[in-house]
């Protein structure tokens, strides 16, 4: 086995001091999604008085731009964007999607990573080969930026890891969201992209998930926290809208698994997020 606790050696810890008890960091939430254009003001709230200090947002793709920028605009102190083509929003027309949503960027201040890309085969599996294009060619543009990456991998690890593979080793950082693979699959991630980390969201407090085993294998130095809303809302709001707040729950079940208090889950969990996607100081926005 790996060692997985490697100390991540990222970009400037510049927002190492910005830490403050109880607070935690959604990264990877679609709240710019029509489920919350009837309560966008609650929800933001509801997630700032639970102790969220910052959600970030990942794109879906060209239609889901002008939502998004319009919700970080409207939240700019703890909202973040993440511009990308999702793999199930991979079709023939890729290219121009791309085209659309990377030179509309302009239009969002400073998106903080490239997301949400990768492979998802259980619709169709016949997709992969469009989808491995887009995201080799999204994977590409985050190399080449030097941003992180978000990213959706569901039925998918042996052609993720191929991809993962043909980057040279360490080229690439980010998140594998909503990671759903084993111990040794986190492993062999890790092996070919050091400076990767894993999202953990609702599914670890699912009553047969298997998840708590993985990341307590993994440590929670490889961890950030996600909420995945509004969708995978965590016991005991499973079945109803996922929402930031809600992230509490995980963070908990979190703390539990790995033996140690909620506030240091929130604090290590905080500052692997804010080193990842070098998030803007929040006393000066
Ligand atoms: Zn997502």
Not at 67 to 94: E, F, I, K, M, N
Request: aromatic content about 6%; hydrophobic content about 45%; proline content about 7%.
């Amino acid at each position: 086995m790996l060692p997985l606790r490697i100390k991540l050696k990222l970009s400037p810890p510049a927002a190492m001091a910005l830490w403050t008890p109880t607070s935690m960091i959604d990264t990877h939430t679609h709240i710019f999604s029509q489920e919350f254009d009837a309560d966008r003001p609650q929800v933001v709230e509801r997630a700032v008085r639970a102790g969220v200090s910052a959600m970030l947002l990942p794109n879906e793709d060209a239609g889901s731009l002008g939502r998004l920028q319009r919700t970080v605009a409207d939240y700019p102190a703890v909202c973040h964007a993440l511009v990308g083509l999702h793999p199930t929003s991979v079709g023939a027309d890729y290219p121009d999607q791309l085209d659309r949503i990377f030179s509309a960027t302009a239009g969002i201040d400073r998106p903080v990573g490239i997301g949400e890309i990768g492979l998802d085969l259980y619709w169709d599996a016949s997709a992969i080969g469009l989808q491995t294009e887009a995201l080799e060619v999204q994977l590409s543009m985050a190399a080449e930026r030097g941003l992180p990456v978000s990213v959706h991998c569901r039925d998918a690890m042996e052609p993720m890891l191929e991809v993962l593979g043909r980057f040279g080793r360490g080229r690439l950082r980010g998140v594998m969201h909503c990671f759903s693979g084993t111990e040794a699959d986190a492993a062999r991630i890790v092996a070919l992209q050091p400076d990767f980390l894993f999202g953990v969201g609702g599914v670890l407090t699912f009553r047969k998930s298997t998840q708590p085993g993985v990341v307590a294998a993994l440590g929670l130095d490889r961890i950030v926290l996600e909420t995945d809303a509004p969708y995978l809302a965590p016991v005991p709001m499973r079945g109803r809208r996922n929402e930031p707040a809600f992230i509490a729950h995980v963070r908990d079940a979190l703390a539990a698994i790995c033996g140690c208090s909620p506030d240091e889950v929130d604090r290590r969990t905080t500052d692997n997020a804010l080193q990842m996607f070098n998030l803007p100081n929040s006393e000066n926005t």
